[in-house]
């Protein structure tokens, strides 16, 4: 599976010019929380930034460390590229629909 970071990586949005970019991203994208994927991949997300946020914030409280709050940031973007990516996947179909119109 291919990682997706933004709408211009996205195969069928990358050739439009920006505004038609988001156009089209902004009509399809919520069809994809019809499905279980999406809600799966949301869920990942949100455990991921619990363990991010726990990581960096209340693992040993009464002591900062750089490391460890990096340690959870990456945690953190872990789950945000996961959730697009396959929000992203779950989106396609809907995109390749909308432009054959």
């Known amino acids: 599976m291919r990682i997706y970071l933004t709408t211009r990586s996205i195969p069928e949005l990358a050739s439009l010019p920006d505004l038609k970019r988001e156009e089209v991203w902004?009509?399809?994208?919520?069809k994809a929380w019809r499905h279980w994927q999406t809600w799966m991949a949301f869920l990942i997300m949100v455990?991921?930034?619990?363990?991010?946020?726990y990581v960096a914030v209340y693992q040993d409280a009464d002591f900062f460390s750089w490391s460890k709050f990096l340690a959870g940031f990456l945690i953190l973007a872990i789950g945000q590229v996961v959730f697009f990516t396959l929000l992203a996947d779950v989106t396609r179909r809907y995109i390749r629909e909308e432009l054959s119109k």
Do not use: S, T
Request: net charge positive; glycine share 16%.
């Open 47 to 53: 455990a991921l930034w619990g363990l991010g946020f």
């Open 26 to 30: 902004q009509r399809c994208h919520p």
